[in-house]
């Protein structure tokens, strides 16, 4: 009875080899191309960092058109806490960004579910749901300031119609930030709108389908099926637009200019005080570097969050 002779490892060797060499050559290749973009990021983003964060530790005056520079130490992060104005562009910011970004998120959802349920002119109102995103800062700010205006603005004269006396929006420290935190709603709204939407329209149908043949009402289909389900979209989107919200400066410029008081200084504002308008390059530095900080932390936070739904999932 003869056997048939099962090949040995080694004839199996060269082409492990060869797959291997492919696998490093490819790799090499992936390395070369990607090279350039990295380090044009690294030129652009890190060595910026790097500068800020040697900056941060130094006092820096213009002679004869030269920056000198002197050693400041902590000297710089020491005066931080003690700083009245980075205090309530801090505090501000911080409410800022919570009640804007929660308004969005509010309404974007709101805006994504009816639009999602439209079965006809969908296009139309996605056009009109975004326009306001497309609108440049200038124009937004532009365009506010003159609605809000005491005398003239639309706001009040829509109020006087029904018999509500004219209120200075912008001018009142009771209502300026209100005021910022409502245009900023109105421009971003958009943004969480069309993530939302993109969200829902990705969701798996079977399983509303499956909650429908249960009986499951509209209020419990979204609240037992449709929020779970995007819960991932939401924690993605409330950081991006946190992050944002942390980082407004043109709207206030327009508005406001941080005032009345301190009613709207916000902490970018307070950055581009002490950077160009005091001159302080070497504390504005210090600040900047503790706003990175800080935004980073909610960065991990978020992302620790995202991380921890997509394990409960």
């Known amino acids: 009875m003869s056997t048939t002779s099962l090949p040995s490892q080694a004839a199996f060797e060269p082409a492990s080899r ?9 790799r ?73 970004v929660s308004g969005q998120m509010v309404l974007g959802l709101l805006l994504a579910l009816l639009c999602s349920k439209v079965t006809r002119g969908r296009v139309l109102y996605r056009a009109i749901f975004i326009l306001p995103i497309l609108i440049p800062g200038i124009v937004i700010g532009a365009i506010w300031k003159l609605m809000l205006n005491f005398d003239f603005g639309l706001v009040n004269q829509t109020l006087g119609l029904i018999g509500i006396a004219s209120h200075d929006w912008l001018g009142a420290s009771e209502t300026a930030l209100l005021s910022v935190v409502l245009v900023d709603i109105w421009h971003w709204t958009p943004f969480c709108f069309l993530l939302f939407l993109a969200g829902i329209e990705s969701l798996p149908q079977d399983v509303f389908e499956a909650a429908r043949i249960d009986g499951a009402t509209a209020w419990q289909e979204f609240r037992f099926v449709t929020l779970p389900l995007l819960i991932p979209t939401l924690i993605v989107t409330f950081a991006f637009r946190l992050v944002l919200a942390f980082k407004v400066f043109d709207e206030v410029y327009l508005l406001t200019s941080g005032g009345p008081g301190t009613s709207t200084e916000v902490v970018s504002f307070t950055l581009y005080q002490r950077f160009f308008t005091e001159d302080r390059i070497g504390y504005g530095s210090a600040m900047s570097v503790a706003v990175i900080f800080i935004v980073s932390l909610l960065l991990v936070v978020a992302l620790s969050a995202r991380k921890r739904s997509d394990a409960a999932a």
């Open 28 to 100: 090499l290749w992936r390395w070369l191309t990607f090279s350039p973009a990295l380090g044009l990021m690294v030129l652009l983003t890190a060595l910026p960092l790097a500068n800020l964060f040697v900056s941060s530790f130094q006092d820096i005056l213009w002679s004869g058109g030269q920056a000198v520079r002197s050693n400041a130490g902590l000297t710089h992060y020491a005066a931080l806490p003690s700083d009245a104005l980075f205090r309530a562009g801090l505090s501000n910011t911080f409410v800022f960004a919570l009640a804007a």
């Open 18 to 26: 060869a797959s291997g060499a492919a696998l490093g050559d490819d």
